[in-house]
């Protein structure tokens, strides 16, 4: 007969080592502090928090550059094109780095003999696994509607591979086969499902790393601006399963039996704030899928009145300018 514990009796005695703790404390600070925005950005009404956040951002980053760098805040923060790997997003990415290790610092200064965070990991996770799953959402949508991938027209048939830049290549890759860009916006889409909730997050997860490797190698070995989101969000993937790795390891590698994962943090004893959580999720969740399907589906039929896809096989759809020489006459 086992002993059924609350998850407070459970926590009594345990004890984290320093080092683990410290990690926790700057992974924490890391991890709010760049998706907090993609967060709020998520939550009705909270929007004008996210632009307010972003604004102090660039307004320190300016700040930084004129007073340590002794550079000109309007070359150094281009108008938008679309990059995610522009000298801001590394400057800002710099400064994250810098500002979470300095109130990770201050935090185990004021909070040495604290023995573990458990509950705190908890709800880390929680804004961790929503972090990843809207932004795999966002993704998964661009792709099965399809918008992030465009047919195959004319001008880029009529391209040689020496014109095409590395992106422009991975680009008509994708956007030859609707079929393939599908199934791909499904790859994506399964993990953010499984990341919804907390029985399947660690599969998840899993899928999402897979996912997001093949992004990210993608992003890298071909040149697409959107370097350090994807490996932020490929970090982001790994902090959820790395506390199961060892679990992992016995069930695949080892073939040993293992105890199963505690799922109850975090924890409302009141039975009132458990039902209020679980409305909150499911309002934020249908607002946030019915928004991004509309806009995904609405963006999709824009694109397709502007550009047609093309009724004849790729074979038939490329031309070639022929000048005629006579040789030998």
Same mark, same amino acid.
């Given at each position: 007969?086992?002993?059924?514990?609350?998850?407070?009796?459970?926590?009594?005695?345990?004890?984290?080592?320093?080092?683990?703790?410290?990690?926790?404390?700057?992974?924490?600070?890391?991890?709010?502090?760049?998706?907090?925005?993609? /967060?709020?950005?998520? $939550?009705?009404?909270?929007?004008?928090?996210?632009?307010?956040?972003?604004?102090?951002?660039?307004?320190?980053?300016?700040?930084?550059?004129?007073?340590?760098?002794?550079?000109?805040?309007?070359?150094?923060?281009?108008?938008?094109?679309?990059?995610?790997?522009?000298?801001?997003?590394?400057?800002?990415?710099?400064?994250? /780095?810098?500002?979470?290790?300095?109130?990770?610092?201050?935090?185990?200064?004021?909070?040495?003999?604290?023995?573990?965070?458990?509950?705190?990991?908890?709800?880390?996770?929680?804004?961790?696994?929503?972090?990843?799953?809207?932004?795999?959402?966002?993704?998964?949508?661009?792709?099965?509607?399809?918008?992030?991938?465009?047919?195959?027209?004319?001008?880029?048939?009529?391209?040689?591979?020496?014109?095409?830049?590395?992106?422009?290549?991975?680009?008509?890759?994708?956007?030859?086969?609707?079929?393939?860009? /599908?199934?791909?916006?499904?790859?994506?889409?399964?993990?953010?499902?499984?990341?919804?909730?907390?029985?399947?997050?660690?599969?998840?997860?899993?899928?999402?790393?897979?996912?997001?490797?093949?992004?990210?190698?993608?992003?890298?070995?071909?040149?697409?601006?959107?370097?350090?989101?994807?490996?932020?969000?490929?970090?982001?993937?790994?902090?959820?399963?790395?506390?199961?790795?060892?679990?992992?390891?016995?069930?695949?590698?080892?073939?040993?039996?293992?105890?199963?994962?505690?799922?109850?943090?975090?924890?409302?004893?009141?039975?009132?704030?458990?039902?209020?959580?679980?409305?909150?999720?499911?309002?934020?969740?249908?607002?946030?899928?019915?928004?991004?399907?509309?806009?995904? $589906?609405?963006?999709?039929?824009?694109?397709?009145?502007?550009?047609?896809?093309?009724?004849?096989?790729?074979?038939?759809?490329?031309?070639?300018? $022929?000048?005629?020489?006579?040789?030998?006459?």
């Amino acid at each position: 007969m086992t002993e059924d514990r609350t998850p407070a009796e459970h926590l009594e005695g345990t004890q984290w080592h320093l080092g683990k703790r410290i990690l926790f404390r700057l992974a924490f600070c890391y991890l709010v502090l760049y998706y907090l925005p993609s /967060v709020l950005n998520v $939550i009705p009404g909270a929007q004008s928090l996210a632009g307010l956040y972003n604004f102090l951002w660039d307004r320190a980053i300016s700040w930084g550059l004129v007073h340590f760098l002794n550079i000109d805040p309007a070359q150094a923060i281009p108008q938008s094109t679309g990059s995610g790997d522009t000298l801001l997003a590394y400057l800002r990415l710099c400064a994250t /780095v810098i500002f979470a290790a300095a109130v990770g610092t201050l935090w185990t200064i004021l909070d040495l003999r604290r023995p573990h965070y458990i509950s705190l990991h908890g709800w880390l996770r929680v804004f961790a696994r929503y972090a990843l799953a809207f932004a795999l959402f966002h993704y998964a949508f661009a792709k099965i509607a399809p918008t992030q991938f465009s047919h195959l027209q004319s001008r880029q048939l009529a391209e040689s591979y020496g014109q095409s830049s590395p992106m422009r290549l991975l680009w008509n890759f994708m956007g030859f086969s609707t079929t393939y860009t /599908v199934f791909s916006g499904c790859a994506e889409l399964l993990p953010a499902v499984l990341l919804l909730f907390r029985r399947t997050a660690l599969l998840g997860s899993i899928i999402a790393f897979a996912v997001m490797l093949n992004v990210v190698m993608l992003n890298f070995c071909y040149d697409v601006p959107v370097k350090l989101y994807s490996l932020n969000l490929l970090v982001l993937a790994m902090f959820l399963a790395l506390p199961e790795a060892q679990k992992l390891l016995h069930v695949f590698v080892l073939n040993r039996s293992t105890a199963p994962s505690d799922l109850r943090q975090p924890f409302f004893k009141q039975l009132w704030l458990r039902r209020a959580a679980i409305m909150f999720k499911v309002a934020i969740l249908a607002t946030f899928l019915f928004q991004s399907i509309h806009s995904a $589906i609405n963006l999709h039929r824009t694109i397709a009145s502007r550009t047609p896809p093309p009724q004849t096989p790729l074979t038939s759809r490329g031309f070639h300018w $022929i000048q005629e020489y006579p040789y030998n006459r």
